[in-house]
Nanobody, 115 residues
């Protein structure tokens, strides 16, 4: 069973960037579709981006053009580059193995954007 651990969160000012990492253990990531999600206080978990086994990507409209998902199968990792962060991006960010099922979640990493 794959296990996922996110890192790279923190507190930044508006307009700055962060790069989140998700490292897998227990299994290689290359056969899986991977994704990033976030959950802000009092809100539902929101899908942000997906990357397929062949590195095809898709993004939610809320982050398209600002966030970039990537993967490095040699490092068994998935990344989320976040540029132009705004206060509304404040949330706990989760990495997930989406497919094939079952979905597996990481524990999340907090991102706080404030001046």
């Amino acid at each position: 069973q794959v296990q996922l651990v996110e890192s790279g969160g923190g507190s930044v000012q508006p307009g700055r960037s962060l790069r989140l990492s998700c490292v897998a253990s227990g299994s290689i990531l290359s056969p899986y579709v991977m994704g990033w999600y976030r959950q802000a206080p009092g809100k539902k978990r929101e899908w942000l981006a997906t990357i397929t086994q062949g590195s095809l990507t898709d993004y939610a409209d809320s982050v398209k053009g600002r966030f970039t998902i990537s993967r490095d199968n040699n490092k068994n990792s998935v990344f989320l580059q976040m540029n132009g962060l705004q206060p509304e991006d404040t949330a706990v960010y989760y990495c997930a193995k989406i497919g094939p099922s079952p979905t597996v979640w990481g524990q999340g990493t907090q991102v706080t954007v404030s001046s």
